[in-house]
């Protein structure tokens, strides 16, 4: 997530009211989760188990509750609460927008675009050409849509990422400042739910077609020609390549990448990332050949058990 114009580590440290390591000038440009992160981003870290990787990380300043070795080129913004401030940050440059009307007049929609009725679109909300969008589709601020995409009745878009930090007291949320990006040709089903990026975007590819009741979780990446049936569940922040066919009931945990045509049979567990270019079933999802042999070796388990009475 960019900010609207460039703030300084000073303007930063002012808003969240934490100390600071480094020039009062330095540049800051916007702020990411770990695995999104740019040159001039703040990223958050909290738990030194991860201290190496974000201070290592792409990020120019690390959000942290730890006066540490600051590396060289990057500053430190020292909060007792990263989480906490983090959230302040989004909350200050990305604060929810009321709605005033069902379609929002900050829309864009393209030419020969149809909205049946009863269909709400946010603040910010871009909509392609020739876009056909069924009632009571709910399209949340600052997505993007682009041309010839089909929306089927209940849709949500851009509804917010699951994502928790379990506290003594309570479950605290993380505050979601990314969007939804849905590319050109693509068919969503009724009642799918596509959950916003935590600071980047939840992208649907090109051509890619999703059945009915369908989940995104935040900032998955699904590329160009899919075909995803009914009841798939897909995680936060999956890389699912080009051409993949997921069937009916997939279940996909977060953080994992999908390569390029691979195909995963209905029901399947996916708990790693697969190689794309073969087919997988069972739980957890495994290579065909290679689960069919584990399945038929456990058939022969009681003939084998009998045997081995009759020899005792």
Known sequence: MKFPTPQTLESI???IGSDYVGEP???VFGMNEIHVVQPGDIVFVDHPKYYDKALQSQATVILIN???DCPIGKALLISEDPFRDFNKLTRHFKPFQSANTAISETAEIGKGTLIQPNVFVGNNVKI???CLIYSNVCIYDNTVIGNNVTIHAGTVLGSDAFYYKNRPEK???LLSGGNVVIEDNVELGSLCSIDKGVTASTTIGEGSKLDNQVHVGHDTI???RCLIASQVGIAGCVLIGDFVTLWGQVGITSGITIGDRAVISGQSGVSKSLPGNQAYFGSPAEEF???YKELASIRLIPEIIEK???LS
Do not use: H
């Open 222 to 224: 699904i590329g160009k």
């Open 289 to 291: 050949r290679k689960k």
């Open 171 to 173: 479950f605290d949320k």
């Open 128 to 130: 392609g050409s020739n």
């Open 13 to 15: 440290a002012v808003i």
């Open 308 to 310: 081995l009475d009759k």
């Open 25 to 27: 000038s330095f540049p």
């Open 66 to 68: 730890k006066k540490v």
